[in-house]
């Protein structure tokens, strides 16, 4: 199965739209956002483009009001499948166990990974790409689309296309839109 990974998107909605075309492109078959969508429209808008593609989440460290992002999801017609708690465990056709997670807490990011419960941990808050394999386990931040990244502004904006079938992930980057400007 072809997952899409994105986190940290931060309410740019441009490049929430760019990385929705990249994963419609690459025909992932589910949607992956390891938090910080912090305002609730980003849902709505997540929910609102990402056409067939089903959509899961968890929240991050910055979302502005859980709750409203909350009770206007359970609205949608399509509603985001949003975790309640800290991480979000599903099972993917063929078997696979995956988790997402924000990463904030890093004890927990790494409780996770040494489980070895898992085929695969997504996780986001550090806005840097990590594609690794711990132990068989793959371990993969697909960076952020808010064009910062460990505290600096950056130029490129990143998401992830995770292949369960392989244990595999790429990461795919976009330049920021030539009108936007530095600070």
């Not at 994963?23 to 483009?49: M, Q, R, T, Y």
């Not at 993917?92 to 990463?103: D, E, I, Q, S, T």
């Not at 004890?107 to 997504?122: C, D, G, H, M, T």
Request: aromatic share 8%; proline share 4%.
């Amino acid at each position: 199965m072809k997952i899409g990974v994105i986190s940290d998107t931060h309410d740019n909605l441009a490049s929430m739209l760019t990385a929705l075309a990249i994963f419609k492109e690459d025909e992932v078959e589910l949607i992956v956002h390891c938090g910080d969508w912090v305002a609730p429209f980003a849902v709505k808008f997540f929910s609102d483009n990402s056409g067939d593609i089903p959509v899961k989440g968890v929240f991050g460290n910055n979302e502005g009001d859980t709750k409203s992002i909350v009770l206007k999801n359970q609205k949608l017609a399509k509603p985001v499948e949003l975790a309640m708690r800290k991480a979000l465990e599903f099972q993917v056709p063929g078997g696979a166990w995956l988790v997402a997670c924000h990463g904030e807490d890093t004890a927990v990011l790494e409780a996770l990974i040494r489980s070895r419960k898992y085929q695969a941990v997504f996780t986001g808050h550090t806005h840097a790409v990590r594609n690794e394999l711990i132990d068989g386990v793959r371990v993969l931040n697909p960076g952020s689309t808010c064009f910062a990244c460990e505290g600096a502004i950056v130029d490129a904006a990143t998401v992830a296309i995770y292949d369960s079938d392989a244990n595999t992930a790429e990461v795919k980057s976009f330049p920021r839109p030539l009108d936007a400007k530095k600070p």
